[in-house]
Every structure is written in structure tokens, then in C-alpha cells.
């Protein structure tokens, strides 16, 4: 099976470094990657160090000699790119693009091709992503298992909330950093604050992925009765964190469902 990729960013260039290294970690052939000859260099740098990888001469030459077609585009050309490809009964059509309904696209294509939506993020590369899939295909699904974890969804409303729990990834720095700005007012040097809540939340994450118990039971495990884990969550709660937290989630999600205007420079 040929794949086809429409863009090549930041986004193809981990899929494809992903799907390379898992055809030799498991051996399997993986097929051949056809990639669109936009983003030049990255496209000619993975050609020349990846087996199977070749840029082809036009968007429309990957859609020609590929069976599943990868879109890869930003949202904010996708219409223009689609538009202007003509596809053919049998391909398939899977896309990362953010904010674009699987209508449009097809209606775009203009064949009632099986589109499928993913959200996959960098992590790809080193296949340890954990990728939510709409419709739940079982290509794709095989396809984003290869590249870590899919996690297929049973309708697009379960699909969109996963998109918005992905928003979470600047505020989990953001925590971070807060935590490290207030060290550094009491004193305490930036590398060693660094250095230890890296690894504190890099082992936390673990516990998440690993515990059978839900969050709310890992709180109150991770919070001695009467000390300081609990003294600092009540406070954060009482102080507004948690509203304001589930407001933004709220806001998120109305601009996933398209009720608010997404900035055109804004849209990631
Ligand atoms: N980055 C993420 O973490 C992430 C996560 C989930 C989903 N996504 C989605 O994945 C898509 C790609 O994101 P990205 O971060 O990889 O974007 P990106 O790094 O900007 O890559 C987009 C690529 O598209 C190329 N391109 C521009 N016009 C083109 C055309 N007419 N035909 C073919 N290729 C064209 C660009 O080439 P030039 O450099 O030559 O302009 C660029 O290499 C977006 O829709 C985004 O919503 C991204």
C-alpha cells in the first residue's frame, strides 16, 4: 500500500520519520511514502535518508500513485489544495487538518470517498503518540497503533472533546513554569527547579498511564490527609483554578465546533 502525503511540515515529517522507524523495528515492509514536493527541503531531506520515501513531482502525482491520501495542509489552504486534485473512486482519504469537517472535504474532493479525521501531535516520530481517531477505520486505526496508540471514536462529538483536551498542552507548561517563576522569587536557582519538576511530572505522567485508578482517586493517593499536595489543590480549587480551567475548556470546545470566528493566523 502506497501512502500519500499533501504538505510537508512538521506534521508529515514525524508521521513519516514514525512509520519508517516502525517498518524496521518490526520488520515490515511499510510500503512506499509518496510525498508532495511543498516544504522542499524537509521533503528532499527525508527522501534522501529514508528508505521507500520519494517526493513526487506535483500534489497531483502523490494522489495519482498512492492508495490513501494524507492530507497535511494547513486549514487555511486546504479548500484551495483539495479543490484543484482530482482523486478516484477507491483511494482513501485521511486528514490532519484542524478544524475541517469531513463534509467539506468531500465535498471538495467531490467523491464520496471514506474520509477519516485524526489528531495526531509530534510524538508520532518517536511512536509514542496517543492519536484519537473519527471514524473509527481500521487502517487508520492500524495506522496510528504503528505510531503509538490510536484511541478510536465512536462519534465526532467524542472525537471534538478529545481535540479540545489536546488544547491542554501549553497550560501544562505554562503550570510548570509558573511554579518554576515563583521558585526562582524564593531564591532557588532555575536549573535545579528544572531539573526536578521535569522529573517529578515525567513520573506523575506514568502513574496517569499506567494506574488503574481514576484521577480523582490519584489526587487523594498523591495527598497525604491534612498535607501539602492537599493544602495547595483546595487552595488552587478555592482561589478560581479549577473554574477558570473548566471555563477555558468550554471555550475551546465552542470554537472546535466552529460557534466562534477562529483567527486565520490563529488556527493551529
Ligand atoms: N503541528 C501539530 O502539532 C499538529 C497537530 C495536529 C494537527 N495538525 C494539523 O496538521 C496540519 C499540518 O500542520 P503542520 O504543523 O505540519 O504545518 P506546517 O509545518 O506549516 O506544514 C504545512 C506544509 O504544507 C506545505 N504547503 C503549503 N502550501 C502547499 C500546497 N499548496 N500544496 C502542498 N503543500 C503545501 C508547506 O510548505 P512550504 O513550507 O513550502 O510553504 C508546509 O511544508 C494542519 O492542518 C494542522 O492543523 C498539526
Redesign the pocket.
Known amino acids: 500500500m502506497t501512502l500519500g502525503f ?7 515529517s514525524a508521521m513519516i520519520e514514525g512509520l519508517r522507524a516502525s517498518a524496521m523495528v518490526e520488520g515490515l515492509g511499510g510500503g512506499d511514502i509518496l510525498l ?1 514536493p ?3 527541503a ?1 521533503a528532499q531531506d527525508l527522501a534522501a535518508r529514508l528508505p521507500g520515501v520519494r517526493v513526487a513531482a506535483s ?1 497531483q502525482a502523490v494522489v495519482d500513485g498512492c492508495d490513501t491520501v494524507i492530507l ?4 487555511q ?2 479548500r484551495d ?1 483539495v479543490t484543484a486534485l482530482r482523486f478516484r473512486p477507491g483511494q482513501r482519504v485521511i486528514s ?3 478544524a475541517t469537517a469531513a463534509e467539506d472535504l468531500r465535498a471538495w474532493i467531490g467523491l464520496d470517498l471514506p474520509i477519516t479525521r485524526a ?4 510524538f508520532v516520530a518517536t511512536r509514542s503518540c496517543v492519536t484519537p481517531v473519527f471514524p473509527p477505520d481500521p487502517e487508520a486505526l492500524a495506522l496510528f497503533d504503528r505510531l503509538g496508540q490510536a484511541v478510536p471514536c465512536a462519534s465526532l462529538q467524542d472525537f471534538d472533546l478529545l481535540a479540545v483536551a489536546s488544547a491542554m498542552m501549553g497550560s501544562y507548561f505554562g503550570l510548570l513554569e509558573t511554579v518554576q517563576a515563583w521558585l526562582a522569587t524564593q531564591g532557588l536557582p532555575e536549573p535545579a527547579a528544572r531539573t526536578y519538576l521535569a522529573g517529578l511530572f515525567a513520573n506523575l505522567g506514568q502513574v496517569a498511564r499506567q494506574s488503574p485508578l481514576d484521577f480523582a482517586d490519584l489526587r487523594h493517593e498523591f495527598s497525604t490527609r491534612g498535607g501539602l499536595n492537599e493544602q495547595v489543590f483546595r487552595d488552587f480549587a478555592a482561589g478560581g483554578g479549577t473554574a477558570a480551567l473548566t471555563q477555558a475548556l468550554d471555550g475551546v470546545l465552542a470554537r472546535v465546533r466552529g460557534r466562534t470566528p477562529v483567527p486565520p493566523a490563529a ?2
Open positions: 499533501i504538505g510537508i511540515g512538521t506534521m508529515a508532495s511543498r516544504g522542499a524537509r500534489n497535511t495542509v494547513r486549514p489552504i486546504v489544495v490532519l487538518v484542524a489528531v495526531p501531535l509530534p488556527v493551529e
